[in-house]
């Protein structure tokens, strides 16, 4: 009787299924898995250290790396309504992690900014991944680097291609 081969379709649709497929590469796909599943977890950890959901961190991430900025700019970065993101923010600024405040050239715009104490936090619980791989990158040559580069390019090519192109929200 014929076995039946995993369908990567199915993979797509239900997580179980992407460990039926068979392994590629001598183990990438696992590995691949495995760095996904350890920064899904590291992310929920800094979630429950800053006391925030998801999408309160994906914002933090945004002011914390590019700085203040308006409600209608963070939204369109994070892809959700004005009207959700004013819900994330209520919820931020209720906890202390940020505040907003009249734009300094149009006071008819608010500009949203990361409170230092929640910055300072939120990088003390990064550090440590930060610096350990910028070690692993500095531990690699020249050659494993491009050889490394060039597979994480073309993964991104593989997610881009495969992620729904919206047009932006209208603010």
Do not use: C, W
């Not at 491009?146 to 593989?158: E, G, K, P, S």
């Amino acid at each position: 009787m014929p076995t039946r081969k995993p369908d990567p379709d199915a993979a797509a649709a239900d997580p179980a299924a992407v460990d039926a497929l068979p392994p590629l590469g001598d183990g990438v796909r696992s590995r691949l898995r495995r760095v996904t599943l350890a920064q899904q977890a590291f992310e929920r950890s800094i979630q429950r250290t800053l006391a925030v959901d998801a999408m309160g961190l994906a914002a933090m991430d945004h002011l914390v790396t590019a700085g203040p900025t308006t409600p209608t700019e963070l939204a369109g970065r994070l892809g959700i309504s004005t009207a959700a993101m004013s819900l994330v923010l209520n919820r931020l600024e209720a906890a202390g992690h940020a505040h907003r405040e009249r734009h300094p050239s149009d006071g008819r715009k608010l500009v949203v900014t990361a409170a230092d104490r929640s910055s300072e936090a939120a990088h003390a619980a990064v550090l440590p991944v930060i610096t350990g791989i910028e070690e692993v990158i500095a531990s690699m040559g020249d050659a494993d680097r491009a050889t490394v580069q060039d597979f994480l390019d073309r993964l991104v090519a593989v997610y881009e291609d495969a992620t729904p192109r919206h047009a932006p929200e209208a603010p």
